[in-house]
């Protein structure tokens, strides 16, 4: 074990992009076959990796004034030399460390691509690296204990995103939620309302529309145990948020909002993701109240169309 070649993953501070990036953990342990793989992320993301494949350590790297934390993250991690260092964030800690090979993400190279390709391509991989969630039986407990034993299918959703730009109104998720539960195709389904501490309020009016049919899982558990949740549900509908990239890698079909962010750029990434935009013209941005009720009841019920139809909605 000694001799493992060692690898440090210098991720981002935001759960979307840290989940967008994910992929690199598997690329790593392919071109440094058994790699002791340490990553450096932002607190809310941290838990994200406790249990992915190959990673000894994680280092949560809250920001600091004057870039205190680039100082916190050489304290703990300069001492050690690196085989692979794996910087997304493009600082000049990767030139500090001792590296045999270093892979720097550049923002330049942000021209409206999908940032799942530009990661790829940065770390010279075969193919392109899907984003991935790495639950462990902790997260799946969290989940089993949010869900509870009623097997009847979810429809998870998170009415909230860091920007309040990019957050539909709570009323319209409200509106949204009680037009679905009339909906003969969620006829029996329940809806799971996510996020973390803080966010009750803007899930409050879904909820209340849900009435005995909904699930409060807002501020329960950790992100991770959010993800194994979101992974057991059997579609997901969110704004542009780390919540709905959790639930596009955990292979939830998904649908995310998006107001006026790239989602040429930051659309959820994988075969089952959707997303409906209140422009649709690429370089337009329009606020996120443009997007109507009836515009988004018409592409969940599309996501449901697609991906359930008439068939199972129960999740292994």
Not at 43 to 53: N, V
Not at 138 to 155: K, M, T, Y
């Amino acid at each position: 074990m000694s001799d493992a070649p060692r690898a440090l993953f210098v991720n981002s501070d935001r759960i979307g992009d840290c989940v967008m990036f994910s992929g690199v953990i598997r690329e790593i342990d392919r071109q440094l076959p058994g790699a002791r793989i340490t990553v450096a992320c932002g607190p809310s993301a941290a838990a994200l990796f406790r249990a992915a494949p190959g990673v000894e350590r994680v280092v949560p790297l809250p920001k600091k004034k004057a870039g205190g934390h680039w100082l916190d993250l050489l304290k703990a991690v300069g001492t050690t030399r690196w085989d692979m260092v794996v910087d997304i964030r493009g600082s000049g800690l990767a030139y500090l460390l001792r590296a045999r090979e270093r892979r720097i993400y550049n923002r330049r190279w942000e021209k409206g691509r999908p940032k799942v390709e530009m990661v790829s391509e940065m770390m010279r991989a075969a193919g392109t690296l899907a984003p991935e969630i790495f639950p462990d039986a902790a997260a799946r407990r969290a989940a089993c204990a949010i869900l509870g034993e009623d097997l009847s299918p979810v429809l998870a959703f998170a009415p909230i995103s860091t920007d309040p730009a990019r957050s539909w109104p709570a009323e319209r998720w409200g509106r949204l939620i009680e037009r679905l539960a009339r909906e003969p195709a969620f006829d029996g389904w329940r809806f799971m309302a996510v996020g973390g501490p803080g966010d009750q309020p803007a899930a409050a009016p879904a909820l209340a529309a849900a009435g005995p049919r909904g699930i409060d899982a807002v501020g329960k558990g950790d992100i991770l145990a959010s993800a194994a949740a979101i992974q057991r549900a059997a579609l997901f509908v969110g704004n542009d948020s780390g919540l709905m990239h959790v639930a596009a890698a955990a292979g939830t079909p998904t649908l995310g909002l998006f107001g006026p962010s790239e989602w040429w750029h930051k659309a959820p990434w994988g075969p089952k993701s959707r997303f409906v935009a209140s422009s649709q013209t690429r370089g337009e941005f329009q606020p996120i109240e443009a997007l109507t009720v009836d515009r988004v009841l018409a592409a969940v019920l599309s996501l449901h169309a697609e991906f359930i139809g008439g068939g199972s909605t129960t999740k292994p």
